[in-house]
Structures are given as structure tokens and as C-alpha cells.
């Protein structure tokens, strides 16, 4: 599954609520059923509802609490160490909506986009000119909490003597 990007993406997007102590949600808004203060809860029959951004609206994708395993009983969908669902849920609702598990990837910029409604900025370090300036906004904009910040690398030719992954 290339889902990377987009679980890159949802990472990016907790880490932004946690360092606003949940005050400011990006992403745990998104699912529903809720408690009165808008966080997501269990829903005893396991039916759920994530909001996504699609084609300039929010829109439902309905979903179920059943998740992909393998033979061997192994996880073959993202989930959390602490038992938590959101992840697993946001993936399952962001594959539905991209024909399933089968997913061939995407990039971060696009995902975070529907998965937050906030429009992307992409650029391409290749063609940037002035480094020291573009470093400079994206420090200032981290730290005003104006932007999110995902890096991707796109394909690589020889990824073993680089020693990255595409």
C-alpha cells in the first residue's frame, strides 16, 4: 500500500494539534460520532463518518470499524500503539475514497489538502534560488503556526546508493 504520504501527512497534522494542546484541531475534529467538546468517540456499532476535502467541500465518507489483516493476523492498515482509532479510521475513510487499500500513493501537499481544507504551497528545492530565504520563511512560518511541513522526494533512481526510499 503507498499510503506514506498520507500517513505522513495525518502525523503532521496531530503533531500541530498536540502542540496546541488540542486547542486548535485539524484532523480529530474530523470524525464523528463526538462528545459535546468535539473530540471523536467510540461508536458501539461501528459505524463512522470522516469529513474530508474533496473537490473544494467537505464532504462524509461513511465507514466501519472493520480493519484490514493479513493471514498471519498482522495489521495490514496504519494503526496506534495506545489502541486509539482515529488512524485507522482517517486512512480507511482517505483509501475509500481513493478505491480502496490498493492505493498507489499520492503526495503530502495533495493529502494534507483534503485531509485539512488548508491549501498547499509546493516547492520545488531543485529551482529554488535563495535557500537562506526560503528557510528563513519556513522557520518563521512554523513558528507563527501558519504552516505544516511534510517533505517528500518523489522517485529516486538508484534509492540504494542514496540510501532513501522514493
Not at 464523528?32 to 473530540?39: A, E, K
Not at 482515529?86 to 499520492?106: D, N, P, R, T
Not at 483534503?114 to 504551497?121: A, D, K, Q, R, S
Request: charged share 25%; glycine share 10%; net charge positive.
Amino acid at each position: 500500500m503507498g499510503d506514506c504520504s498520507v500517513l505522513s501527512s495525518l502525523a503532521v497534522a496531530a503533531h500541530y494539534e498536540l502542540k496546541h494542546k488540542y486547542t486548535k484541531k485539524l484532523i480529530s475534529c474530523n470524525i464523528f460520532p463526538q462528545d459535546m467538546s468535539g473530540n471523536p468517540i467510540f461508536n458501539p456499532s461501528g459505524k463512522y463518518v470522516v469529513k474530508l476535502f474533496v473537490n473544494g467541500v467537505w464532504r462524509g465518507i461513511v465507514i466501519d470499524d472493520y480493519l484490514p489483516l493479513a493471514k498471519s493476523g498482522n495489521w495490514l492498515a496504519a494503526y496506534s500503539a495506545k489502541g486509539r482509532m482515529w488512524v485507522s479510521l482517517i486512512e480507511k475513510a482517505y483509501l475509500k475514497l481513493h478505491g480502496g487499500y490498493e492505493f498507489m500513493g499520492s503526495n503530502s501537499s495533495r493529502d494534507l489538502y483534503i485531509l485539512t481544507g488548508w491549501l498547499p504551497e509546493k516547492i520545488n528545492l531543485k529551482k529554488e534560488k535563495d535557500y537562506d530565504k526560503l528557510w528563513s520563511r519556513i522557520v518563521r512560518g512554523n513558528q507563527n503556526n501558519d504552516c505544516l511541513i511534510t517533505l517528500g522526494t518523489g522517485h529516486i533512481d538508484d534509492e540504494d546508493k542514496v540510501g532513501l526510499v522514493g
